[in-house]
């Protein structure tokens, strides 16, 4: 079975389209691997405090370390303290169709599977992706026909008003 969409997490925000602003990649889905991807958004966006972070209710989701991650950067979590109710996880679960359409550009439309890489290859091609041509080449008819870090950009300019270039620093 292809598990490449277990090979990372991620964080999306709210502003735009489904898109990557967090991501973390390993060949496991530890707790661990959750609050490090917290951990690597809340680096390179400092105003994430605040936010809410939609997720499923698997345990890693659950667990102390992950709820600490999000503590320390003062994400909330949508998921209630019993973990059994996941408030407006529709954001959440419209990352699958972003995996989906991932593995097939990727892979399946070229006649590959993710087992015809080694993790380090998939880690690469996966952050590439999302990161470079997603987040920052594709254009979204629905945000306007501009990329997601674009839409991202004017988004956090209007809150700060920053010009948009500066509103990202």
């Not at 917290?38 to 370390?65: F, I, K, M, W």
Request: glycine share 8%.
């Amino acid at each position: 079975e292809d598990n490449s969409s277990d090979t990372g997490r991620f964080l999306q925000n709210e502003s735009e389209k489904p898109t990557a602003i967090g991501l973390s990649m390993d060949d496991n889905m530890r707790a661990e691997l959750c609050a490090a991807t917290v951990e690597n958004t809340a680096a390179a966006y400092p105003e994430l405090c605040g936010a809410v972070l939609h997720s499923d209710r698997g345990s890693q989701y659950t667990s102390a370390s992950y709820r600490a991650a999000l503590n320390e950067y003062g994400v909330k979590q949508s998921m209630n303290s019993a973990g059994g109710r996941c408030h407006d996880n529709a954001r959440c679960e419209s990352i699958r169709g972003l995996v989906t359409r991932m593995k097939n550009e990727l892979f399946y439309s070229r006649g590959r599977r993710s087992t015809d890489y080694t993790t380090e290859q998939l880690k690469t091609m996966i952050w590439r992706y999302y990161m470079s041509y997603w987040n920052n080449r594709r254009i979204c008819s629905s945000i306007g026909g501009m990329p997601p870090a674009e839409k991202r950009r004017r988004y956090y300019s209007d809150k700060t008003g920053k010009p948009a270039a500066a509103a990202m620093e």
